[in-house]
């Protein structure tokens, strides 16, 4: 068996928590904690809902990533979806870490959608860090809900060594957490370093060339189409000739025009990038999620990608009414098909289908 080496430098983790239970208030809370921001400085409330749908309504449908940095430990933190609706956000988040943050509320506490999200993460093997949020609340019941989570794993056929995961209690609005509940605490301090201690670095083959796992895709007027994902092996460097190889063990050859790295909410271009950081490659064409980008002198695939398959399925086309036309204004066919095609580069829990109706497109998802 090929020797691994841990890069004790890069924490990979995502956060669990049903809609509500406090996820993006606490990460905003460790932007603030880690230093990212001027004490004068502007924070935009609510930093990781950037979709419209996710401010109004308080939830988060794309997971986006972003980093804090922690005693000279970068912390990549993956913000994934609390739907079971929207599966396959689940698990192109879970590819890319190591570890799991459950955030649970003190008195609701894990409620079904959670379940979805974290069975995921057990199947992954993931280790897992406890959260009991907003212990604040008159109406929390701790004790009950951390004999509720315990049950919930074991539900979930978690093994021995999941169930003595490590558990916080925090106040993530006011930014406390603690190892005991009587603990006096005034910061996340205690979150930090429980990441760093507990949950596993990205661990790497050093014998093996770059690879990297595409995880998720986005688009950039400047930099056109990037692929998104964790660098499984090796190391890479702008401008160097690589090889994406797709479905069919298909090679298409391309070049890293652009390296990225997550720094705080933004990207940062990088000259290089090293096993286990989250990087973002720019200057690419023709790939897909699922697609295994490497070195052109030793191409070699990582395993795919697979999702939960669709659970409904809905035609689009365009209307028909006699009020046709009178509102919006792409109400061509050939551009919802141009759409809903852009959709699916970005999204794979969504199937387009055209039918024998030039018209008329079906779109296959999971609610």
């Known amino acids: 068996?090929?020797?691994?080496?841990?890069?004790?430098?890069i924490r990979n983790l995502a956060i669990i928590a049903h809609v509500d239970h406090g996820k993006t208030?606490?990460?905003?809370?460790?932007?603030?904690?880690?230093?990212?921001?001027?004490?004068?400085?502007?924070?935009?409330?609510?930093?990781?809902?950037?979709m419209d749908l996710e401010r109004e309504r308080g939830i988060t449908i794309a997971a986006k990533n972003c980093s804090v940095t922690w005693n000279e430990t970068k912390i990549n933190i993956l913000d994934t979806p609390g739907h079971a609706d929207f599966g396959g956000e689940v698990e192109r988040a879970l590819m890319m870490v190591d570890g799991v943050i459950l955030l649970v509320d003190a008195s609701e506490g894990p409620l079904?959608?959670?379940?979805?999200?974290?069975?995921k993460a057990l199947e992954g093997q993931k280790k897992v860090l406890v959260v009991?949020?907003?212990?604040?609340?008159?109406?929390?019941?701790?004790?009950?809900?951390?004999?509720?989570?315990?049950?919930?794993?074991?539900?979930?056929d978690a093994n021995e060594e999941q169930l003595e995961f490590p558990v916080l209690y925090a106040i993530g609005k006011d930014g406390i957490a603690k190892y005991e509940l009587e603990d006096q605490s005034a910061d996340l301090h205690p979150l930090f370093d429980t990441i760093i201690k507990e949950l596993p670095a990205p661990?790497?083959?050093?014998?093996?060339?770059?690879?990297?796992?595409?995880?998720?895709?986005?688009?950039?007027?400047?930099?056109?189409?990037?692929?998104?994902?964790?660098?499984?092996?090796?190391t890479v460097a702008k401008n160097e000739q690589l090889v994406c190889i797709g479905e069919g063990d298909k090679e298409n050859a391309l070049r890293a025009s652009k390296v990225q790295v997550?720094?705080?909410?933004?990207?940062?271009?990088?000259?290089?990038?090293?096993?286990g950081e989250i990087m973002i490659l720019a200057g690419i064409e023709n790939v897909r999620i699922g697609d295994t980008i490497c070195t052109k002198e030793r191409p070699k695939a990582l395993k795919r990608?697979?999702?939960?398959?669709?659970?409904?399925?809905?035609?689009?086309?365009?209307?028909t009414s006699p009020f046709a036309a009178q509102e919006g204004k792409l109400v061509q066919s050939n551009k919802i098909k141009e759409r809903l095609h852009k959709e699916t580069l970005s999204n794979v829990s969504l199937q387009f289908e055209e039918t024998k109706d030039a018209e008329r497109f079906l779109v296959k998802g999971r609610g």
Do not use: C, W
């Open 112 to 119: 079904p959608q959670t379940r979805f999200v974290l069975k």
């Open 132 to 156: 009991v949020n907003k212990i604040d609340r008159q109406d929390a019941r701790v004790a009950e809900v951390l004999d509720e989570i315990y049950d919930l794993f074991i539900d979930l």
């Open 203 to 234: 661990k790497h083959t050093p014998e093996e060339p770059f690879q990297m796992l595409v995880a998720d895709l986005d688009y950039s007027d400047y930099l056109g189409q990037l692929a998104i994902g964790r660098v499984a092996n090796g």
């Open 305 to 319: 990608i697979t999702v939960d398959e669709p659970t409904i399925s809905m035609f689009f086309y365009t209307n």
């Open 25 to 50: 208030t606490l990460v905003d809370q460790l932007f603030r904690q880690s230093g990212l921001f001027r004490e004068n400085q502007s924070v935009d409330e609510r930093i990781m809902d950037s």
């Open 262 to 275: 997550y720094e705080g909410f933004t990207m940062q271009e990088v000259e290089k990038i090293e096993p």
């Open 1 to 9: 068996m090929e020797n691994t080496i841990s890069n004790n430098r």
